[in-house]
């Protein structure tokens, strides 16, 4: 029996060798698959209309700094309340193509299919696995929700694909000297803090991550110099690339705003007795008329600040409410649960994601060093949804990096129910082990 099972194996690895594309060409059939799943649904849906909230948000800053070089929702009169760069990308695509949201989403259809490349590329880097990364990948490109996401006017997509390329960068900044010699080093820290600042620009969530970073950095170097060193250089990079809008900002308004002027207003939306995990309305918030865009914000600060400190056990109790509706596929900040004929499949396909996310956790906790940036970018937009509101929308930001756990446990079961699969691991270990 031994020798006859050893005999099909053997011939099976003689048929995977002969079929087996270089790694190249297996990320070119990747991205086509992503891309394809992507353009088919942008193309069938049309995109003619706007329907989600922050659509016309995006849609109007980017229709008047095309028509009236301001950055403004009322001409003449400089916004502050949201950041720059995805509706200077669409007053781009709206400049070059016409009016067009289809377009838009054509665009961050291409951008959603390399991030599954790069997503697949940081899989086979931090598990050392060619079988793990591809899964990760795969299920970066048919997740139904960043399909639909990368249909809507909404920053998310072009958003995880700068965050894909920081964390591959700074995986390379883990690895050994021998691969990343001082000079490269310096280079990928600089080039990881505008990236960061770019990131920053288009969704800004990691402004404070530096800080983070160099608790990553003593934990991955075991140095805790380089580690400040490589947070500083990251840090005063990511700071450089958003000055130009930070002083722009102090030009129109007086105040110095790195990027945008909207977490006291969402800090509020979020924490008040008319909320259960999700946000209040901005319509349902005191306009607070004759403040500024800036004054008005730090108002709503002080206001949503009140509102916590004096009912502290209300915020602890809305802390699950939140996670629920950051981890749920169906979940809107403001709009409740969405009705959908796919809901049912929607929450099986999530619960075995998570299962699946959880087991690779387990199976990679005596790796948890290679693990740190991971665990990092799940637990800090947590933080986030605990301090503000939940939402499916902004739960999108960990998916990938779940992706990326449950890769691990769903390689193992295929290696395990499927041999000749283990041909697939990548030549090489992960930077701490090389």
């Known amino acids: 029996m031994r020798t006859s099972s050893r005999a099909r194996l053997t011939a099976w690895s003689r048929v995977t060798n002969r079929i087996r594309l270089n790694d190249a060409a297996w990320l070119a059939l990747l991205v086509g698959l992503a891309l394809a799943l992507r353009l088919g649904y942008a193309l069938i849906d049309g995109k003619a209309t706007l329907a989600w909230g922050d659509e016309f948000t995006y849609d109007q800053l980017a229709t008047n700094l ?63 696995s060619r079988l793990a990364g591809w899964l990760a990948g795969l299920m970066f490109a048919v997740n139904p929700l960043l399909i639909f996401t990368s249909n809507l006017l909404y920053p998310e997509t072009i958003y995880l694909l700068l965050l894909f390329a ?20 310096i280079v990928m820290s600089v080039a990881s803090g505008v990236l960061l600042g770019l990131s920053n620009l288009t969704k800004p969530n990691l402004t404070l991550f530096p800080i983070w970073l160099a608790a990553w950095g003593w934990i991955a170097f075991r140095d805790v110099r380089r580690a400040l060193v490589t947070a500083v250089v990251v840090g005063a990079a990511m700071l450089v690339a958003m000055l130009p809008w930070s002083l722009r900002n102090l ?103 998570y299962l699946l996310a959880i087991a690779g956790v387990v199976l990679t906790a005596k790796q948890w060093r290679e693990w740190t940036l991971p665990y990092m970018l799940i637990v800090y937009p947590m933080l986030l949804t605990i301090v503000f509101y939940g939402g499916t929308r902004y ?29 697939m691991r990548r030549g090489h270990g992960t930077p701490w082990r090389q």
């Open 66 to 128: 095309l028509a009236h070089g301001c950055y403004c929702f009322i001409p003449g009169e400089p916004s502050v309340l949201r950041a720059p760069l995805y509706p200077a990308f669409m007053a781009v695509v709206y400049a070059m193509l016409g009016h067009s949201y289809l377009a838009v989403v054509i665009l961050q259809a291409i951008a959603g299919a390399l991030g599954a490349a790069l997503l697949a590329l940081i899989g086979m880097r931090i598990t050392g």
């Open 166 to 185: 920081l964390l591959y960068l700074w995986l390379r900044l883990a690895a050994s000297p021998r691969e990343t010699p001082p000079g490269m080093w």
């Open 251 to 353: 030009s129109a308004t007086g105040h110095f705003i790195l990027a945008s002027a909207n977490s006291g207003m969402n800090l509020l939306q979020g924490n008040n007795p008319e909320v259960s995990g999700g946000a209040l309305d901005v319509k349902n918030l005191d306009p607070l008329p004759g403040l500024t865009e800036a004054e008005r914000d730090a108002a709503y600060w002080q206001m949503g600040m009140q509102w916590i400190t004096s009912h502290p056990g209300d915020f602890i109790r809305l802390i699950p409410h939140k996670l629920y509706k950051f981890f749920s596929p169906l979940e809107t900040s403001n709009r409740g649960t969405l009705a959908s004929s796919l809901g049912g499949p929607l929450v099986a396909g999530f619960s075995a994601h």
């Open 395 to 423: 739960g999108l930001v960990v998916q990938p990096f779940l992706m990326l756990f449950a890769s691990v446990a769903l390689a193992k079961i295929i290696q395990h129910v499927w041999p000749f699969a283990q041909k």
